[in-house]
């Protein structure tokens, strides 16, 4: 790791629209606070990219793109109306206009959303904590695999988690998804709270590798972010 990115985490949207820095954003699409900043009339881009999902996904869709929309305009300092969010080669999303070198990310789970800009590459991703699962194990470095044995069925599905997020946002980094195999990226949790990702056995240089346990509306997430 070099030297860590400051790296604002808030659930404000006002604080969002006035960070100058890298921030994570988590946000309920259903919080009537936000619902004005959601009435953003779609790109022919959003459009096209919200043609392949289902009504209820298409909506979800929309109000999460209008509000990427608002937060990069203002760090743009243009109209919400003049930015143009696409899809590079690996469907990654990329600001195409206006003119700009920033990094994004977003990550949905139903109307709970996860947004991080910064300017350098970064990823995020989240997932909701509810009622432990089996732990699929073809997605673990045999390390991470051996570590989560043990443990209680609430603990193990909750570390699986936060391996899984810091995995995914790491990828999403990339700007490769999930074209990587999973179990070749192994998440170590330092005394101390830091935490280091090895890819193929070698240390991955980030500048920010977070994840935190958060409560978004209802719902317990668990949230991670990854900036290179």
């Known amino acids: 790791m070099i030297a860590n990115e400051t790296l604002l985490w808030t659930h404000d949207i006002s604080e969002a629209m006035k960070a100058p820095q890298a921030l994570v954003l988590l946000t ?34 929309f109000a999460r793109r209008a509000l990427l929309r608002q937060l990069l305009a203002r760090r743009l300092g243009c109209a919400a109306e003049a930015v143009v969010v696409s899809a590079d080669g690996s469907g990654a999303p990329r600001v195409a206009t206006p003119k700009n070198d920033v990094f994004l990310s977003v990550s949905g789970r139903g109307a709970l959303a996860a947004f991080a800009i910064a300017s350098r590459p ?59 195999e999973p179990a070749e990226i192994e998440a170590r949790f330092a005394k101390g709270g830091d935490i280091r990702l090895f890819d193929h056995g070698a240390p991955v240089t980030t500048t920010a590798c977070e994840c935190r346990s958060e409560v978004l509306g209802r719902e317990a997430i668990i949230a991670a972010c990854v900036a290179m």
């Open 122 to 180: 970064i990823g995020v991703d989240i997932e909701i904590l509810r009622k432990p699962e089996e732990v699929p194990g073809a997605m673990l470095h045999q390390a991470e695999a051996e570590r989560l044995q043990g443990l209680d069925s609430v603990t193990r599905h909750k570390a699986f988690l936060e391996i899984w997020t810091l995995k995914e946002a790491y990828l999403k980094a990339l700007r490769i998804g999930l074209a990587r």
């Open 28 to 61: 309920n699409l259903d919080d009537l606070a936000i619902r004005p900043l959601l009435q953003l009339a779609p790109t022919p881009d959003d459009l096209l990219r919200a043609a392949t999902y289902g009504e209820a996904a298409k909506a979800r869709f």
